[in-house]
């Protein structure tokens, strides 16, 4: 079958990928609807790039199956799959233009030169380029190079978009500006998007939902909102945001440090009250940062609106560190 077009999504059956007794992705089902922006997040060696290579056509599967709309895909090549891809090193072709690099596959796809002028200018609409057709990479910006990328990977209307850390070359504030694009560009095409990235704050802001990988496996599916307010695991609740875990008869318990409220010693309202004495104050403009060292729980974070920070809790201070019931997860390990 090369039918990669269909109503339904992309699904993965046991998906598996071993050199040897090593595991790289193990047993990975997962099912990704039509349209939907999907994030494979986690750290280094987690198998989120391996799945994504796996995906694309560019690395052999061990076991498991790949189907897109019904039709198994595994045994497709890379180009017969029809997807999109875009790199971390965006991958322009230096001698050319900005639009013999956006229009190079439709040209290698025979198109006509009067199809890829409209494509090519419609693709620069969407990334905002208009008037940079004539421009060569060298000429441009980091990340007006790699809206070029992604304009090249749209151009022919792939079924799936597949972003290997597209933003990681990007400064801080660039990085959170193409955010933003990114997000707006896949409500407009409404192509499926699959993106790899180690960074939590890419994948809340842009994801439909986010696949957090641990050692080749899904250690938890779910919308940014339900990962964050809602962990499973440990792992999950460190690696999605900040947490406090804490352990009481015996089970396990994540309390997000903005779930902590911070009284001078005494003062404290809450279901949960316990003393403790501030180690460490930490300013980050919107926020401040407390580590508190407590008798029950060891040092615990808490973070506050910093308007909302009295001058007297400093570093030393005596405080009551307060929460609701509601406060902390359980965790199943």
């Given at each position: 079958?090369?039918?990669?077009?269909?109503?339904?999504?992309?699904?993965?059956?046991?998906?598996?990928?071993?050199?040897?007794?090593?595991?790289?992705?193990?047993?990975?089902?997962?099912?990704?609807?039509?349209?939907?922006?999907?994030?494979?997040?986690?750290?280094?060696?987690?198998?989120?790039?391996?799945?994504?290579?796996?995906?694309?056509?560019?690395?052999?599967?061990?076991?498991?199956?790949?189907?897109?709309?019904?039709?198994?895909?595994?045994?497709?090549?890379?180009?017969?799959?029809?997807?999109?891809?875009?790199?971390?090193?965006?991958?322009?072709?230096?001698?050319?233009?900005?639009?013999?690099?956006?229009g190079y596959s439709l040209s290698v796809r025979k198109r006509s030169k009067a199809e890829i002028d409209t494509r090519v200018d419609q693709m620069l609409d969407l990334v905002q380029l208009q008037g940079f057709g004539n421009r060569f990479p060298r000429e441009?910006?980091?990340?007006?190079?790699?809206?070029?990328?992604?304009?090249?990977?749209?151009?022919?209307?792939?079924?799936?978009?597949?972003?290997?850390?597209?933003?990681?070359?990007?400064?801080?504030?660039?990085?959170?500006?193409?955010q933003s694009q990114l997000k707006e560009i896949h409500k407009v095409v409404g192509t499926t998007f699959i993106y790899v990235t180690h960074d939590q704050d890419e994948a809340m802001s842009m994801s439909d939902r986010v696949v957090i990988m641990r050692e080749g496996q899904i250690e938890q599916?779910?919308?940014?909102?339900?990962?964050?307010?809602?962990?499973?695991?440990?792992?999950?609740?460190?690696?999605?945001?900040?947490?406090?875990?804490?352990?009481?008869?015996?089970?396990?318990?994540?309390?997000?440090?903005?779930?902590?409220?911070?009284?001078?010693?005494?003062?404290?309202k809450g279901d949960t009250i316990i003393s403790g004495n501030v180690k460490r104050k930490t300013y980050f403009g919107s926020l401040l940062n407390y580590e508190v060292q407590t008798s029950d729980y060891g040092v615990l974070e808490v973070d506050v609106d910093a308007w909302r920070s009295g001058a007297q809790l400093q570093e030393g201070a005596e405080v009551d560190l307060c929460w609701l019931n509601t406060a902390p997860i359980q965790l199943t390990d």
């Open positions: 079958m090369n039918d990669t077009n269909g109503s339904e999504g992309l699904v993965l059956t046991k998906l598996t990928k071993n050199f040897g007794s090593f595991y790289a992705v193990k047993n990975v089902d997962l099912n990704i609807s039509n349209g939907e922006f999907l994030t494979l997040l986690g750290p280094s060696g987690s198998g989120k790039t391996t799945l994504l290579m796996m995906l694309a056509g560019f690395q052999e599967i061990t076991s498991g199956d790949i189907s897109l709309g019904g039709h198994s895909i595994v045994n497709l090549s890379a180009e017969k799959r029809n997807f999109g891809m875009v790199f971390q090193g965006y991958a322009l072709f230096p001698h050319m233009t900005v639009r013999e690099n956006i441009l910006s980091g990340g007006q190079q790699q809206r070029v990328a992604l304009a090249r990977a749209l151009i022919f209307a792939p079924p799936i978009l597949l972003l290997d850390e597209p933003l990681g070359a990007l400064d801080k504030k660039l990085r959170i500006e193409v599916i779910g919308s940014p909102e339900e990962l964050y307010q809602f962990p499973k695991t440990k792992f999950s609740a460190g690696f999605l945001g900040k947490s406090n875990f804490i352990n009481k008869d015996n089970k396990s318990f994540a309390i997000r440090p903005e779930k902590i409220d911070l009284f001078p010693a005494g003062t404290g």
